[in-house]
């Protein structure tokens, strides 16, 4: 996995402005803040971004993956200003579980989610070695 950075551009924090690598695929659909039988334990953001990560780590497993195979990130937010009020406790939540790994990231404030009681959504995108 070679992580992009074009010269002389400032160096984006929590994430990387590319990815190359190469191998097997894994698609995570986007994941809610509620738990194994689909129940929210809190409507705390927080708490959701940390159950929507678990969630995440979970699938990966299920097919031999890891935090660090992940290449990509979609956040969707459904309020961008709770997100920056509260990005150094999302920030300790993502690397407990993610680690120390910033694949390429998109983060967008969206106007719902399907679930309701839902305040993010993140699907990713991970590649295994070859």
Known sequence: MQFLQPPGWVRPKGYSNGVVTSGRMVFVAGQVGWDENE????????GQVRQALTNIVAILAQADAQPSNIVRMNWYLGDAAEYNARLAEIGAVYRELIGKHFPAMTALQVAGFVEHGAKIEIEVTAMLPA
Request: net charge negative.
């Open 39 to 46: 129940k929210f334990q809190t409507d705390d953001l927080v």
